[in-house]
């Protein structure tokens, strides 16, 4: 095996993690592969006999890659909303080629979590970077300090912020464990089709108020929107369902996120009474959705 052969056979032995660390840090999986390809190509002109942990020098030159490019976003805030979230890449000037295989994103975006995903995307790219690197893959503070330009104790901080934003940790409403019961009674009558199972964890009044182009409509009643909500589900692939809709809190309290590949597009939001819904906002106003205090449920 020459030089060239061993180089290569180093860095595939480690294109999984970095692949991993990336698509956490970036939030698109053509990115994430073009920041790998970057430090592939900064590995291929190194000395890789003057790296003594080759995995932390490659994490090292992934995460300031993926820091640059999180930056880069920050700085064409003037993009429209529908520009970011239908052409990844396009905040860094890279090319990609996220349409090409949307499904592979998709199962990645499913295995990582919608919600975790949505969060980590309104996060400072500092915070960001200290949180996936220490609690996602364990990367001691010593080593993330340098990499974000921070002393150790102000980098932790970083990574204790961005914690309570995905956890939620500053705003819970009361009765989470109650409220949770029914909307996942709601989502899996919703799955399986099932009307009266819909119409079951509906007050026989509830007050739905619903986004759209035209403005916001109400609709009135358990079994008016119940058809509406089996008409909109019927158009999501049953095989899909799990990798566009997942619970998460939603100021607070429980509510469902629709996150296409992590590209948060439609939040639920409900009001539970003595264990029925009884009024529900349907959000997706791209200003409304980026004001909403959103966060991961725990399992």
């Not at 909303?81 to 990609?96: M, Y």
């Not at 009765?175 to 009558?189: N, P, T, W």
């Not at 003595?274 to 959000?283: N, Q, T, W």
Request: proline share 3%; net charge neutral.
């Amino acid at each position: 095996m020459n030089g060239s052969e061993q180089i290569a056979e180093q860095f595939e032995a480690n294109r999984s993690r970095l692949r991993g660390v990336a698509y956490r840090m970036l939030g698109s999986l053509s990115e994430a592969d073009d920041a790998v390809q970057e430090a592939w190509l900064r590995f291929s002109r190194s000395d890789p006999g003057s790296v003594q942990n080759l995995a932390g020098w490659l994490t090292t030159v992934v995460a300031r890659v993926c820091l640059d490019m999180l930056r880069s976003r920050k700085v064409r805030s003037a993009e429209s909303f529908e520009e970011q979230t239908s052409e990844p890449g396009a905040e860094t000037g890279v090319k990609t080629t996220f349409a090409a295989d949307p499904e592979q994103e998709a199962i990645l975006a499913e295995s990582v979590g919608l919600a975790l995903l949505v969060v980590l995307d309104t996060l400072a790219p500092a915070e960001r970077l200290a949180f996936v690197l220490h609690d996602m893959f364990a990367v001691p503070f010593d080593e993330i300090a340098p990499i974000v330009g921070r002393s150790e104790d102000a980098t932790r901080q970083l990574a204790s912020r961005a914690r309570r934003r995905v956890q939620g940790a500053d705003k819970v409403s009361r009765g989470i464990s109650a409220q949770r019961k029914v909307v996942e009674a709601f989502i899996s009558a919703l799955r399986a089709g099932d009307f009266e199972g819909l119409v079951a964890v509906l007050d026989p009044d509830v007050l739905v108020r619903a986004e759209s182009r035209e403005g916001v409509r109400e609709i009135r009643g358990a079994r008016n929107w119940a058809k509406g909500a089996l008409a909109y589900q019927a158009r999501i692939p049953a095989t899909q369902f799990r990798r566009v809709m997942q619970l998460a809190l939603v100021d607070g309290a429980v509510g469902i996120i629709l996150a296409p590949r992590g590209r948060l597009e439609r939040v639920l939001r409900f009001e539970v009474a003595d264990g029925k819904i009884c009024a529900v906002d349907i959000i997706v106003n791209p200003e409304r959705l980026r004001s909403l205090e959103i966060a991961t449920l725990e399992a």
